[in-house]
């Protein structure tokens, strides 16, 4: 039942992502074409931000997806993984940050909704972004070919604090809301 429902919240919240969110960016912004190919970033010096992204891409079974490198290129230097909770993460840095756009909006939103086992998480990425200086209108295509540690010190980027889920035994960790809704159901019937 609970791997159900984070099935459900993971395609809700990609769908938000992809569905939602990058139909307005698009129509609301310019993007740059990424001027870059993955054979591109795979001759570039290791260490540098272009090779991050790479092994971003690689550590998630990702590529090159059109609209998305940016999106990637934080994700990799702020260090925040490829799933619900990084995703979550990343939403909350940015929000933190001083990204005030429609796709952060509602994906923070919907994040905070159905993830509360990762409010916590949320919070430190939103006090990590409020100790960053403003991200907004870095020009991270133009950074890809310098060192990510510089990128990092130029940035003055605050250190990464995810905490690991914890577990109970086997299973995987509980939802409160479910709990919650699972005792309500029980008390009502008990009526």
């Known amino acids: 039942m609970i791997q159900f429902i984070k099935q459900c919240r993971t395609r809700l ?17 310019r993007i ?56 979550a993460c990343l939403q909350y840095f940015l929000l933190g940050n001083g990204y005030r756009s429609f796709p952060v909006l509602i994906s923070a939103a919907i994040s905070f909704f159905i993830m509360p086992e990762f409010h916590r998480d949320m919070r430190i990425a939103y006090i990590r972004g409020k100790q960053t ?23 003055r980027i605050a250190p990464a ?15 409160n809301w479910l709990r919650l809704w699972w005792w309500a159901v029980r008390a009502n019937v008990a009526r």
């Not at 200086?133 to 940035?155: F, K, R």
Request: glycine share 8%.
């Open 13 to 29: 919240l990609a769908w938000s992502i992809h569905q939602l969110a990058l139909p307005v960016i698009r129509l609301l912004c």
């Open 32 to 87: 740059d074409k990424f001027p870059f190919t993955e054979h591109d970033l795979r001759k570039m010096e290791p260490g540098t931000l272009g090779a991050l992204l790479l092994a971003f891409w690689d550590r998630h079974d990702l590529g090159l997806l059109k609209y998305y490198e940016g999106h990637d290129i934080k994700h990799a230097i702020l260090g925040y993984p490829a799933d619900d909770r990084g995703e």
């Open 133 to 155: 200086p403003s991200l907004v209108g870095v020009n991270w295509l133009g950074l890809l070919s310098t060192p990510a540690v510089a990128v990092i010190e130029q940035l």
């Open 161 to 175: 604090k995810i905490r690991q889920p914890k577990f109970r035994g086997k299973h995987l960790p509980q939802l």
